[in-house]
């Protein structure tokens, strides 16, 4: 009767060790699953006391009070990415963060607790949170993933957004070279930070442009069936190119023609020369 005894206790151990050892790997994930659960509670309670207010000042007073802040979240998560660095959960810390803070010197060290990351899939979510950032790390880790990743939705993403931030830098710095009121330009040192204007005050926006029509172009060739957003890249690609090519300033108008009011045919071209003023309209 001894052996069936130990057979049993053996199989007993295992399963607990399994068990245990299944709920260590868990653990990462539930504890990040847990922060981003309290975080969405904590919106979801603002908003119904946001809508719930009854005057201007009530709703500015609990903005000023009770809107839960990213950044009262944010170093619970790193800590859980710096205490689990080969996790995947840390990708998911690291990228929550990323997509929720908006200090971009904080920003820039994710980035950079990032690149140990590049065969991660979940890099995308990362370089789709970077297209308005104004972290000067954004540019250097989108052409790294673009480089490095071995995702073909990844690096989809990283070409597309380093080509909007590239055209964004292009349109920056035509800003900066006109010579804004010092008020303005004040206000854009702080959101870009002093050494990326002083960088662009001295680049070349022709050549931006024209590498940001290169990289669109890459992503409609070679990241077309990607999915972004409503449609895939490449169609949102095409639209950026038609954009960069048409409708710049100082471009001449694309062609449009139409009927007016009474149903007569005519085409903008019809008025060249002519002051023109063009009322876009619709119902969505």
Same mark, same amino acid.
């Given at each position: 009767?001894?052996?069936?005894?130990?057979?049993?206790?053996?199989?007993?151990?295992?399963?607990?060790?399994?068990?245990?050892?299944?709920?260590?790997?868990?653990?990462?994930?539930?504890?990040?699953?847990? =922060?981003?659960?309290?975080?969405?509670?904590?919106?979801?309670? #603002?908003?119904?006391?946001?809508?719930?207010?009854?005057? !201007?000042?009530?709703?500015?007073?609990? #903005?000023?009070?009770?809107? +839960?802040?990213?950044?009262?979240?944010?170093?619970?998560?790193?800590?859980?990415?710096?205490?689990?660095?080969? $996790?995947?959960?840390? /990708? !998911?810390?690291?990228?929550?963060?990323?997509?929720?803070?908006?200090?971009?010197?904080?920003?820039?060290?994710?980035?950079?607790?990032?690149?140990? %990351?590049?065969?991660?899939?979940?890099?995308?979510?990362?370089?789709?949170?970077?297209?308005?950032?104004?972290? +000067?790390?954004?540019?250097?880790?989108?052409?790294? /993933?673009?480089?490095?990743? +071995? %995702?073909?939705?990844?690096?989809?993403?990283?070409?597309?957004?380093?080509?909007?931030?590239?055209?964004?830098?292009?349109?920056?710095?035509?800003?900066?070279?006109?010579?804004?009121?010092?008020?303005?330009?004040?206000?854009?040192?702080?959101?870009?930070?002093?050494?990326? =204007?002083?960088?662009?005050?001295?680049?070349?926006?022709?050549?931006?442009?024209?590498?940001?029509?290169?990289?669109?172009?890459?992503?409609?060739?070679?990241?077309?069936?990607?999915?972004? *957003?409503?449609?895939?890249?490449?169609?949102?690609?095409?639209? $950026?190119? #038609?954009?960069?090519?048409?409708?710049? /300033?100082?471009?001449?108008?694309?062609? =449009?023609?139409?009927?007016?009011?009474?149903?007569?045919?005519?085409?903008?071209?019809?008025?060249?020369?002519?002051?023109?003023?063009?009322? #876009?309209? *619709?119902?969505?």
């Amino acid at each position: 009767m001894r052996f069936p005894v130990a057979v049993a206790l053996g199989a007993l151990a295992f399963t607990l060790a399994a068990t245990t050892a299944r709920a260590q790997d868990e653990a990462p994930k539930a504890r990040f699953d847990a =922060i981003v659960a309290e975080y969405d509670k904590a919106q979801k309670e #603002f908003g119904r006391l946001y809508s719930a207010a009854k005057t !201007d000042e009530a709703r500015n007073q609990l #903005f000023a009070d009770k809107y +839960p802040k990213p950044e009262a979240y944010a170093p619970r998560l790193q800590a859980l990415a710096a205490k689990y660095p080969k $996790d995947p959960v840390a /990708v !998911d810390c690291l990228v929550w963060v990323l997509q929720n803070q908006r200090d971009a010197a904080a920003n820039d060290k994710i980035l950079m607790t990032l690149q140990d %990351h590049l065969d991660s899939e979940k890099l995308a979510s990362a370089c789709k949170a970077l297209q308005y950032a104004s972290s +000067p790390g954004a540019e250097p880790f989108l052409r790294l /993933v673009l480089e490095k990743s +071995p %995702h073909q939705d990844v690096q989809g993403n990283a070409c597309y957004v380093l080509a909007k931030v590239v055209s964004s830098q292009g349109q920056l710095a035509r800003t900066i070279q006109a010579g804004p009121p010092k008020e303005k330009l004040a206000r854009l040192e702080q959101f870009h930070g002093k050494a990326t =204007i002083e960088r662009l005050a001295k680049a070349d926006p022709d050549q931006l442009e024209k590498q940001a029509e290169q990289l669109l172009e890459r992503v409609a060739d070679q990241y077309g069936d990607v999915k972004g *957003g409503r449609s895939s890249l490449g169609e949102t690609a095409k639209g $950026d190119l #038609f954009e960069l090519r048409n409708l710049a /300033v100082g471009k001449p108008a694309p062609e =449009i023609a139409g009927e007016d009011v009474d149903g007569v045919p005519f085409k903008l071209s019809d008025y060249r020369g002519k002051v023109v003023f063009l009322d #876009f309209w *619709g119902f969505w």
